[in-house]
C-alpha cells in the first residue's frame, strides 16, 4: 500500500525519528508535519498539547496517511492515549519504544531520563520502565532551555554544550549508565550531551525501537509498500519553512527538500 | 489617588520596568501580571500577541489599575495601538521611550536594536528612532533565545554568555555606540552583553525613560498618588509562581514577595 506514513513533531526534533524510519523502511513514502509556529510543546499546559495533537493528527489524515507517529515525546507523554482512542487510523508514539530500549542496555539497572518539562511531569517513562523492570531506578531532569537551542540552529555550538552541563551534572552524580534522550530534538545534541556526560554512560535514542515498532505494525496490518523504489518525503511546517529547510537539509544530509509553510 | 498601576509583561523581564518605576514613584501601588504560561511571545504570530495583551489589559483592569504600562516590546510593537484605541484607560508602551533615550545617546549616529524576533520584524524601533532623527544609521538582530534564557534562571551563566557572542558578532562589527536592549528581559542580561560588546558601547534599558513617562502621565492626568507611604506591588503570574517568586526576590533585593498564580 503506497500511502505515506504520517510523522508528527512539535517542531524539527521529529526529524531525528524520519531518518530512522527511512533507514528502516526506505520503500515508504513519509509526510511529515513539524509544528514549527507552537513549538516548545514542552513548557505548555496538557489541554493545548491535546489540542495541538489532534489538530496535527487531522492534518496528517487529511494527507491521507495509513499510519501516524507521534515524533515527539511530549505529544506522546500527554495525548497518545486520547488520540488512540478517538481515532481508527493506527497511532504510534515514541516512549513505549523508548523504555523497551533502555530496559534492554542498563547494566546495573539505575538510568536517567531527559525530557521536557511537560514531559518529566508526566512521569510516562518512569511507569513504562517501570512496568518493563521493577527494580531499575530511574532517575529524571526536565531539560527545557534544549529545544528553543536546537531550534535556533545552536546544537553544536558552546552554548548547546554549557547548557547541558548544567542540566547534567545531577544525573551524573546519580551514577547512571544509561541515559534516555526522551524529547526527539535531543539526538540532535548528542555531541554536547556526550561531551558532559563522557564515554561510560549510554545515550539511548527512543528513535530506532520506534521504526523496529512502526515496521512491526505495517506488517501486521498488512499494509506495507510492496513497491522497491525509494520512497518519498513530503515537509509540512506551521511557520518558517526557511530556516527548517536549512537544518532539515544539514540533518538528512540531501540537497533535494521541499518544505511547504 | 492610590488606585494601583498595572504593568504587563510576557514574564519576568517586566520586573526591570516594576524596579524603575518604583524608584521614580516610590509611593504608587502596583499590580504586575507576568503571563509566564505563555511566554516567549516574541516567536508568536501577530494575532496571538494581541489577543494575550488584550487578555493582560483586561485582568489588570479587573484590579482596578488607573494606567497601564505594557512593559514588554513584544506586546508594544505588537498591539499598544489598536489599545489605545479599544480602551478608555491611559496604556504606555516602551519603544517610544526606549528609543527617545537611544537619541539622545548615540554620538557617531550608529546604534544597534536587539529584541524578540516579534519586535525586530516589526520595524517599530527602527520607525521610533527615525522619526526622531533621521540621520540615525539602525542595525537590527532578533536574539530569540535570551528569553528562555533568562526565564530559566540562566543569565548569569556561561550560556548567556555564548549566546551573547553568537547574537552580537555581526552588530559590533557595524561600529555601533549604543545598543537598545529592545526586550524587557534583556537589562537581567546585562553583565553578559557588557561581557561581550565591551566598554565602548553604551547600552540603553528603556525602563528609565519608561517610568519617567509614566510619571509625566500621571501628572498630566492629576491622577499621582498624593500620599507619602511606600506603595504596595501585588504580583500575578499565568504559571509557575515559585519560579517566578525566586527571580524576582533576587532580581528587586527584597524579601517580602507574594506571587499568585
Known amino acids: 500500500m503506497d500511502k505515506p506514513i504520517g510523522i508528527f513533531d512539535s517542531g524539527l526534533g521529529g526529524l531525528t525519528v524520519l531518518k530512522e524510519v527511512r533507514n528502516v523502511l526506505p520503500f515508504e513514502n513519509i509526510v511529515y508535519f513539524g509544528d514549527t509556529k507552537r513549538v516548545p510543546y514542552g513548557s ?11 489538530e496535527a493528527i487531522d492534518f496528517l489524515i487529511s494527507k491521507n496517511v495509513k499510519v501516524i507517529v ?5 505529544a506522546t507523554a500527554i495525548s497518545l492515549d486520547l488520540a488512540q482512542k478517538k481515532y481508527d487510523i ?8 523508548g523504555s523497551k530500549s533502555v530496559v534492554s542496555k542498563t547494566k546495573n ?7 521536557t518539562t511537560a514531559t518529566i511531569n ?47 551534572k545531577d544525573l551524573i552524580n546519580k551514577d547512571i549508565d544509561t541515559l534516555v534522550l526522551g524529547c526527539t530534538h ?23 525501537e520506534t521504526s523496529i515498532t512502526l515496521r512491526d505494525v505495517l506488517i501486521k496490518k498488512n499494509i506495507l509498500n510492496k513497491k522497491s523504489k525509494n520512497g518519498i518525503c513530503e515537509y509540512f511546517v ?19 527538500i521541499k518544505v511547504f509553510g
Open 44 to 54: 505548555k499546559s496538557k489541554e493545548d498539547i491535546i489540542k495541538y495533537t489532534f
Open 70 to 74: 507521534i515524533a515527539c515525546n511530549t
Open 90 to 97: 493506527p497511532i504510534i508514539g515514541v516512549i513505549k519504544s
Open 109 to 115: 539497572k539505575v538510568v536517567g531520563v531527559i525530557g
Open 122 to 168: 508526566s512521569n510516562s517513562y518512569v511507569e513504562n520502565i517501570k512496568e518493563l523492570d521493577k527494580s531499575i531506578k530511574v532517575f529524571q531532569k526536565a531539560c527545557p532551555l534544549f529545544v528553543p537551542i536546537v531550534e535556533e540552529g545552536f546544537s553544536k555550538t558552546d552554548v548547546a554544550k554549557e547548557t547541558a552541563k548544567i542540566y547534567l
Open 186 to 208: 535531543y539526538p540532535l545534541l548528542k555531541d554536547s550531551i556526550k561531551y558532559v556526560v563522557g564515554e561510560k554512560i549510554n545515550l539511548v535514542d527512543p528513535a530506532k
Open 238 to 256: 506551521s511557520d518558517n519553512p526557511e530556516k527548517f529547510s536549512l537544518i532539515a537539509k544539514d540533518l538528512l544530509g540531501i540537497e533535494d
